[in-house]
């Protein structure tokens, strides 16, 4: 949601061009790659109120956090006169999300080893920029205390045209934009036959992934019910482009499958002249026959349909690759945890094939059940004959099965396998992140998330 991708001026000839898009990315094994995403909220020290853009009264604002990062060799990318982003050579890219959420956005990595140094890095940088400016950084999955009225809009004009339109598709739509924060892992595909098995294992289990990292039981400073706030959220933010991708499970499921889908999700704009052109609600088919009122006669490019497919927002999503959308922001063990759990589940032929025979026969009924319950009940989520629970314990069998045979060993001899312990205590002893704040919040702090900041600090 965090920026439209780069101009690509080829006109759109026909959905035979957009399928061939999808395929574009398929890889052999040995080109594969981990881009670990994720965000965090980010506040004044002095009195615990998020930062705006630019703050007038001479205060910290997030546009003073993006320019100190140059001094580590980010470069700033502008919008009309604001700086709205950092980028590297290497792919990397620091941006903003619609609320002021500071997101990195990794570069596709080999190992899981190079991505937890590439955030551990990112983590020291950020921090010695926030501690120049007294400000903090927090990594929860739903802003604790902060009522939508508290948060200020980033000065991007896509967020604009969101703010304008979630109301018409949703009731937590601006939640999700203004107070909510992931961490999200791509993954590469080998053929389309690898991409449908990968995409069918990815989104059954992608309630299991909520469960594991559900971290936000918290709202405007008290519970909300939820154990994963921020998945409920993502059930009454737009019926038309987010939710469970029940459609992927069908017999035929494929590239030409996944773009009918695109085509859709109603657009939300696309970009001419480096402005944002309001198109929410139209529909891509009809641009492709030049029938738009606002673009008379004019027809898409494959950056627009890019920026098109980035709008989409199932629990799995595909564009040249696919991204795991499930899980709450947290601290750094748990964003290293991404993707090693998913590199272990899909980038081994043997675990791919056992998380598959896990899923393969549950049906739709029950794929639904679960997308709409684990974001309450979590691990305790019954499932068959057992929980939830009882699935992330053997995702993580099978996960840690894959990195040992990946065995891609860091510089002290130690496979990916390590990555998974936070995981490991989670599933073993039943009790979520979101869980464990509950506690806190009930028997140590009485009732108060003050003690909350210094305890989720990034």
Request: net charge negative; with cysteine; glycine share 10%.
């Amino acid at each position: 949601m965090s920026g439209p991708s780069k101009p690509n001026l080829q006109p759109v000839t026909g959905r035979d061009d957009l399928v061939a898009w999808l395929e574009s990315g398929c890889r052999p094994a040995e080109d594969w790659r981990l881009g670990t995403e994720h965000e965090k909220f980010c506040y004044r020290l002095s009195d615990k109120a998020p930062l705006p853009y630019a703050d007038t009264g001479g205060g910290p604002g997030i546009r003073d956090m993006l320019k100190g990062l140059e001094a580590y060799g980010w470069a700033p990318v502008t919008e009309g006169e604001n700086v709205i982003a950092m980028t590297r050579p290497d792919g990397s890219s620091i941006s903003l999300e619609p609320g002021g959420q500071l997101e990195l956005s990794g570069a596709p990595l080999r190992t899981v080893h190079e991505t937890c140094t590439e955030v551990t890095t990112h983590r020291r940088q950020v921090r010695e920029v926030a501690e120049s400016l007294g400000v903090g950084l927090i990594g929860l999955g739903f802003a604790p205390t902060w009522t939508r009225d508290h948060m200020h809009w980033m000065p991007k004009g896509r967020y604009a045209i969101m703010k304008a339109h979630m109301p018409r598709v949703g009731t937590l739509g601006l939640d999700m934009m203004l107070r909510t924060c992931t961490v999200q892992v791509n993954m590469d595909f080998a053929s389309e036959s690898d991409m449908v098995k990968k995409f069918r294992v990815a989104s059954a289990l992608q309630p299991v992934a909520t469960a594991l990292w559900a971290n936000s039981p918290f709202t405007e400073g008290r519970p909300n019910g939820y154990r994963s706030y921020r998945a409920h959220i993502w059930t009454d933010t737009d019926y038309q482009r987010s939710g469970f991708p029940e459609f992927a499970f069908e017999d035929g499921f494929g590239f030409e499958r996944y773009v009918d889908y695109l085509l859709d999700v109603p657009m939300y704009f696309v970009m001419r002249d480096g402005k944002f052109v309001d198109l929410a609600g139209r529909s891509f088919r009809d641009f492709m026959e030049g029938k738009l009122p606002e673009l008379p006669g004019e027809t898409p490019t494959m950056g627009d349909w890019a920026d098109h497919a980035s709008t989409a927002f199932p629990d799995v999503r595909m564009k040249k690759y696919m991204e795991m959308r499930g899980a709450d922001g947290g601290p750094w063990s748990r964003l290293c945890a991404l993707p090693a759990f998913w590199a272990g589940l899909l980038y081994d032929t043997q675990s791919l094939d056992a998380a598959w025979d896990l899923v393969k026969d549950w049906t739709a009924e029950e794929r639904a059940a679960l997308h709409a319950a684990v974001p309450r009940t979590a691990l305790r989520t019954p499932f068959r004959d057992g929980t939830v629970q009882d699935l992330a314990l053997e995702a993580l069998r099978i996960c840690r099965d894959g990195l040992g045979r990946r065995s891609i060993l860091s510089a002290d001899g130690a496979d990916e396998s390590g990555f998974l312990e936070p995981l490991q205590r989670i599933a073993e002893s039943g009790k979520t992140p979101a869980d464990e704040l509950l506690d806190a919040y009930e028997k140590q702090w009485n009732g108060s998330l003050e003690p909350l900041w210094a305890a989720y600090a990034y």
